[in-house]
């Protein structure tokens, strides 16, 4: 499939592959078990959250805010419709 690249009238020749939907259990429990971490939200392309969610585990007083934070997060991707970063709905 050629798709117009905007620049000076150039094609792109590259073949277009469609990832697949990101699965909603596998953010669930990446939010239940590591959410502390911030993994779900590298998982769902949400690096800045994710950096954040690191950072703060790291700093023993950040942890406070980084638990319940993640914890509020699994339930949100369990209970309700999440989007991944791209804001394709997960499986």
Do not use: C, R
């Amino acid at each position: 499939m050629m798709q117009f690249t905007g620049q000076s009238g150039e094609y792109n020749m590259e073949p277009q592959t469609q990832e697949a939907p990101k699965q909603k259990i596998v953010a669930f429990l990446l939010a239940f078990f590591l959410g502390g971490l911030g993994i779900h939200n590298f998982y769902l392309g949400n690096t800045g959250k994710g950096v954040a969610q690191l950072i703060l585990t790291i700093t023993v007083i950040g942890s406070i805010i980084s638990l319940p934070w993640a914890l509020v997060e699994a339930i949100m991707i369990i209970a309700g419709s999440p989007t991944d970063a791209n804001g394709i709905p997960l499986e």
